[in-house]
């Protein structure tokens, strides 16, 4: 009884401090007399008494901080979304109006931007989102270029029409690489990709009479809505956006799902992942699908922006690039990548006057955000390539 909390011997006693003290001296009284019994009667009930105060005004106090502390996150909470809504007006400004005051040099960064936003979100599902290390990434983005450049100039297959199949193709060869290099992990799976990678490029460059070999495929059509050809690059900034904003909703609404948590359990700990039931091998070929996916949209974009598509534009220099904006951004942030995909694109374009030293500069400040922030812009702690 006595190692007991003061507020549950209370309760057991019949929850008054008056009523346990008395108790306690009438259980004194025989030994000690009705004096010691008295002293212990009014020791006890005031020490019970005061106590009893005290932890009634504990209680008061850890109810009034509960409630400040929900108040303060409260209001902390709107401040944040506040802050949120007022950065993302005035870039949704500039963004909407960019074909208004800019220049077409500027508006063709800006689409090529758009375009490598979408293909830097498609390898974020494989590296960032499942943890598998692809170094020939490139080759879906060739794969859908390509495709649409055969359909559109050997039979005469306009954009719409062609960019399903295009897609369709894209996803398959995504399936078709997954299904023998999800076997192996690791280096392995990095130096399989990068095969995959330079056998696509080396197909594209010497397969002279489908691909026209190093000469490329030129007269590739613009794409056409509602019986207007969409050739001027204001016109195809507007048509990138549009594609951008799509594919970043949807690779949203895909992250936040099962199948998105599926994939992060599996970079975390596959072997913990596939011990609660998640079938890996599944998600994994579904990882690979849905990034080629993108990749070959990607593709095909570039293909009719560009109206001209070569080997050269598909190196495994890209696939490094296309990575590099991954990490910069952070490994699984949609906002990061995007942010990266800018960076990396703009700022060697910015630094063109000094084209000796542009490549040095950019270099430089990879290798110092990897020393100082190697989880990148947006990426979160622990995050990282399972290679």
């Known amino acids: 009884m006595s190692n007991l909390p003061i507020h549950q011997l209370t309760s057991a006693l019949g929850g008054s401090p008056f009523v346990i003290a008395l108790w306690f001296s009438l259980l004194f009284f025989p030994f000690k007399g009705l004096e010691a019994a008295g002293i212990l009667f009014i020791v006890l009930f005031a020490a019970l008494f005061l106590l009893s105060i005290l932890r009634k005004c504990g209680v008061a106090v850890r109810e009034t901080i509960t409630n400040y502390k929900k108040y303060f996150s409260a209001l902390k909470l709107r401040e944040s979304k506040t802050r949120s809504i007022a950065l993302i007006l005035p870039i949704s400004a500039v963004v909407l109006t960019l074909p208004l005051y800019g220049r077409d040099y500027l508006i063709d960064i800006a689409v090529l931007s758009g375009i490598y936003i979408i293909l830097a979100q498609g390898l974020n599902i494989v590296v960032g989102f499942t943890g598998l290390l692809n170094l020939g990434f490139v080759a879906f983005y060739a794969i859908g270029a390509y495709s649409y450049a055969l359909l559109n100039t050997k039979l005469g297959i306009g954009f719409w029409a062609s960019m399903p199949l295009s897609l369709a193709f894209v996803t398959l060869s995504g399936f078709v690489l997954a299904i023998p290099a999800l076997r192996l992990r690791g280096d392995y799976l990095a130096i399989v990709t990068l095969g995959f990678g330079e056998i696509v490029r080396l197909v594209l460059n010497n397969w002279d009479s489908l691909t026209k070999g190093p000469n490329g495929i030129s007269g590739i059509e613009p794409p056409h809505l509602f019986g207007i050809q969409i050739g001027q690059l204001s016109h195809f900034y507007y048509f990138v956006l549009i594609f951008v904003l799509l594919a970043v909703f949807i690779i949203r609404r895909v992250a936040d799902s099962r199948m998105g948590r599926a994939w992060i359990a599996i970079r975390e700990d596959e072997i913990a992942s596939s011990s609660i039931g998640i079938n890996t091998m599944a998600y994994k070929l579904y990882s690979f699908a ?25 190196t495994f220099m890209e696939s490094v690039l296309i990575l590099c904006m991954v990490i910069l951004g952070g490994l699984g942030s949609i906002p990061g990548v995007i942010l990266g995909a800018i960076i990396l694109v703009m700022l060697p374009e910015m630094l063109r006057e000094a084209q000796m030293y542009r490549m040095l500069a950019l270099g430089s400040g990879l290798v110092l955000l990897m020393i100082f922030r190697p989880q990148g812009i947006f990426g979160g702690k622990g995050v990282s390539l399972r290679s």
């Open 290 to 314: 849905f990034g080629a996916f993108w990749a070959g949209l990607a593709g095909v974009l570039f293909a009719a922006k560009m109206q001209f598509v070569s080997p050269e534009s598909f």
